[in-house]
C-alpha cells in the first residue's frame, strides 16, 4: 500500500507557530516534527512510498523531506488554494496510480498500529478501513449521586469511540463521484449508510490531534522522556546513578532489535501484554505481572505477540546497548 498524508492545512489554531512554519514541521519533541514521526510511522510499517497533499508553506515542507525521508520515496501534491480534504484525496488517489492506500490526517500524533490495520483491511470486505479510538475526556467530570457530588474523575477514557483520522482505502473507492470538501461530512456518511465502511479498534495507545497550542503542548509533554522506535517506544521514567527506570511499549507483531547490554543488569516487569524474551538458546514467555531478569551480555529480543507494556529497571547505564540484528530499515 502506498501512504499518503493530509498535510496542506494552514494551522491557524497553532498559531503563533504556524506564521512562519506550516503545521506538519511543527516540533513535538527537539527536531522531532508532526510530520516526521507519521513517515517514520509509516515506514515501521512496511511503507516504503508516501504522497505528501501539501498546501501552505509547502516550499518548507518539500525542502526538509525532499524525494527520501526514513527510507520512504515522497511525492507530492500542491494545492494553490485550500479546496477541503476530499478533493485532496481526489487528485492523491490519481497520484497513486491504482494502488490502494493509507491516508493519514496530518494532525494526528499515534502509536497505534499502522501494520495490524492494513492486515485486517486486506482480509474484511469493506473498501475502506477507519481506525477509531475511545476518546479521553479533555476535561475532568464529576460522578453525581441524588443531590450530592459522588466524586470527580480527572480526564475519564469515554465509552465512546472517535474518528482517529488514519484510513485504509482501496484503489478502486469511487472517490470522485462524491460531492462535498471534507471526507468527514461528504465520503465516510454515504459508505457508512452503504455498509461499506470497516473500522480497526484499537484502545489503550496514545492518540493526540496537535490543531491548538493547548493540544501542542500536551504532546510535548507525552515526548518529553519518549523516543519513538520501529517496533513502539522507549520512555526514560527515572535516571539516577544508582539505577535506569523505562518503560517500553512493543506493538503486537513486532519485536526489539536482537541485542545485548556489556554492563546492564536488567529486570523486566510487565505491566500488560503477551509475548516472550528470545535468546541465542531458548524463549522465555512471559504474561501480565510476570518478571524476566536478564544478566549483562546476554544477547536477546523482545517479541510481542499482543500490545505489551513493559517497565525495565537495570544499572544506569543509558546508552549501553550493542545491536546485533535489526529487523528494520528505519531507525
Not at 490543531?211 to 519513538?228: A, G, I, Q
Not at 527506570?245 to 505491566?271: C, N, V
Request: net charge negative; charged share 30%.
Amino acid at each position: 500500500m502506498i501512504g499518503m498524508i493530509l498535510c496542506g492545512g494552514s494551522g491557524k489554531k497553532l498559531k503563533p507557530y504556524t506564521d512562519n512554519t506550516p503545521a506538519p514541521l511543527v516540533e513535538i519533541k527537539d527536531d522531532v516534527t508532526i510530520l516526521d514521526k507519521q513517515l517514520f510511522d509509516f515506514a515501521s510499517a512496511g511503507i516504503d512510498e508516501a504522497i505528501l497533499l501539501t498546501g501552505y508553506k509547502s516550499d518548507m515542507i518539500e525542502s526538509r523531506y525532499g524525494d527520501k525521508f526514513k527510507g520512504v520515496k515522497i511525492s507530492y501534491h500542491v494545492e494553490d488554494k485550500p479546496l477541503g480534504t476530499l478533493n485532496a484525496l481526489k487528485a492523491g488517489m490519481q497520484l497513486a496510480k491504482g494502488e490502494d492506500v493509507v491516508v493519514r490526517n496530518g494532525d494526528v500524533v499515534t502509536d497505534a498500529n499502522l501494520k495490524k490495520m492494513m492486515l485486517k483491511h486486506k482480509n474484511n470486505p469493506y473498501p475502506v478501513t477507519m481506525f477509531v479510538t475511545r476518546m479521553r475526556s479533555p476535561y475532568g467530570i464529576v460522578d453525581l449521586g441524588d443531590d450530592k457530588v459522588r466524586s470527580f474523575k480527572e480526564k475519564p477514557v469515554l465509552e465512546y469511540y472517535i474518528n482517529g483520522g488514519i484510513y485504509c482505502i482501496n484503489h478502486d473507492v469511487p472517490v470522485s463521484g462524491f460531492e462535498g470538501k471534507t471526507l468527514e461530512h461528504a465520503l465516510f456518511p454515504r459508505l457508512a449508510e452503504a455498509s461499506s465502511l470497516g473500522y480497526y479498534r484499537e484502545d489503550g495507545v496514545f492518540w493526540a490531534t496537535v490543531d491548538t497550542v493547548r493540544e501542542l503542548e500536551e504532546v510535548r509533554k507525552e515526548y518529553r522522556n519518549k523516543t519513538d522506535k520501529p517496533w513502539g517506544y522507549e520512555k526514560v521514567l527515572i535516571s539516577t546513578d544508582k539505577y535506569l527506570t523505562k518503560e517500553l511499549y512493543i506493538r503486537a507483531g513486532y519485536q526489539t532489535s536482537f541485542h545485548k547490554h556489556p554492563r546492564k543488569d536488567e529486570t523486566m516487569y510487565i505491566i500488560e501484554g503477551v509475548g516472550y524474551i528470545e535468546f541465542e538458546d531458548h524463549k522465555e514467555h512471559f504474561g501480565k505481572n510476570d518478571t524476566v531478569r536478564i544478566e549483562p551480555n546476554v544477547p536477546h529480543t523482545i517479541v510481542a505477540t499482543e500490545n505489551t507494556v513493559l517497565h525495565e529497571v537495570s544499572t544506569p547505564f543509558l546508552e549501553d546497548t550493542v545491536r546485533i540484528k535489526d529487523y528494520y530499515n528505519v531507525r
